[in-house]
């Protein structure tokens, strides 16, 4: 599937439980080496999975960041299986800025991202599935998403013993053409 450049009505300025205002955008290039900071822990300790800069740097468009003035502390990607279903990855969040909602946030914007591509589906496989489910997210078994398993779960050696969750957040054609939520 093709990805068409992010546009800028997906920017947002926020205010919301935060004492300084942060922006989720689209990152620029330069901006690379701060997303893997983000979540080099995780992904070191087995929690996340591993992306590479060259594979960030080309599809720079399938992801946002907060920022704080320069400062990246906050990133989210979108991965998409088809036309119709794409997934939430690489969700995270600096230290120092977690517990004010800007996960959430970082969420309902790939949301969006999500609806400006016309996908119908966002699916999301998590440990922190009370974040996803605040804001509309509901469970589901991850083997009502084959596109899924297949790709990233059988090759993975934590396919037996995987404490992830399963939740589908579904977005449809409102009467007027326009996509809203189910
Ligand atoms: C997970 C993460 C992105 C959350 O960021 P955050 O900005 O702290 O999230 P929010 O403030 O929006 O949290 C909203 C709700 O989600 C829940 N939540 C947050 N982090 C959670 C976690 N790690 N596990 C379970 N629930 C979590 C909380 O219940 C919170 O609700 P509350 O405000 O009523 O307490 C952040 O902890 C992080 O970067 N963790 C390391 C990377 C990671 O694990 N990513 C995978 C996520 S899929």
Redesign the pocket.
């Known amino acids: 599937m093709s990805i068409s450049p992010v546009v800028s009505d997906t920017d947002k300025v926020m205010h919301k439980k935060t004492k300084v205002d942060l922006t989720i955008r689209t990152p620029q290039e330069s901006e690379v080496d701060s997303i893997l900071a ?2 080099e822990y ?1 992904v070191r300790a087995g ?2 999975l591993p992306r590479s800069g060259d594979n960030i740097r080309r599809q720079l468009d399938t992801w946002l960041v907060a920022t704080d003035g320069d400062r990246v502390v ?1 990133c989210v990607s979108l991965v998409f299986f088809d036309a119709g279903l794409c997934e939430v990855r690489s ?3 600096d230290r120092g ?10 969420v309902l914007a790939a949301v969006d991202l999500a609806r400006s591509h016309g996908v119908r589906r966002v699916l ?1 496989l ?6 996803f489910e ?1 804001i509309g997210f509901q469970r589901d078994a991850v083997q009502n998403y084959p596109e899924k398993v297949w790709r990233d779960c059988a090759p993975c050696p934590f396919r037996n013993c995987c404490d992830e969750v399963a939740l589908i957040y579904h977005l449809v054609e409102s009467a007027d053409g326009g996509p809203e939520k189910e």
């Open positions: 983000l979540f995780e929690k996340m906050g969700l995270a969040v800025c977690r517990g004010r909602g800007l996960g959430s946030e970082l999301a998590t440990r922190a599935a009370t974040l605040q």
